[in-house]
């Protein structure tokens, strides 16, 4: 079996005065793509805040290879190769696609493979190297969010987190997000995906967890998820 990279282990976070996240307990193998979804308030952005050190954790660990990275700055994380994509993207709007993607790579000198990730993103998103020059500011939401992804590949990521990627974009964009975190995965970059398009990321999933009101409620392997009768009423309206 694959090791473990990421663990969580009873997780609270208080957010505002409120207990958000009241103990969780998941864990992200290697080479797999792990979502967590659940509806609006569940508590899933919340543990992304708490993975990525963003946000206090109350009591529990995280692990990330092996080691506890519990209170640690974002900074040190994308070092050691734990890169987010946030919910709302956070893209440098005054600065172009090819700076954005620079930023990305801003821990790393090795110049040359920089240029060879940039070239790699450019095939993965046609759409940004048309508009390399282009400010950031000036882009759709879907093609920002292909931006955001782009910008934290630059960082050449052992575990990708991608939180409500889909969210708030056109339908044929959502199609075109999805089918790229697909891409990725394929390229052997581990992903943890929260997304409330429950459907649609436990289609492209290898396993599942269930976040309700900041406990996880329900987990598995993703196909066998997507037939459950609980899971199908409660998360994709049947």
Known sequence: MSKILLKVSGLKVAYGG???VKGVDFEVREGE?????GSNGAGKTTTMKAITGTLGVAQGDI???GQSIKGKGAWD?????LAMVPEGRGVFTRMTITENLQMGAHIRNDKPEIAA???KVFTIFPRLKERKDQLAGTMSG???QMLAMGRALMSR???LLLDEPSMGLSPIMVDKIFEVVREVYAQGVTVLLVEQNASRALQIADRGYVMESGLITMSGEAKAMLSDPKVRAAYLGE
């Open 157 to 159: 990521p052992k575990v």
């Open 18 to 20: 409120i207990q958000a």
């Open 77 to 81: 994380l994308v070092k050691q190769g």
């Open 33 to 37: 793509l792990v979502t967590l979804i």
């Open 117 to 119: 990730d940039m070239d």
């Open 63 to 65: 692990e990330y290879l």
């Open 142 to 144: 879907g093609e920002q």
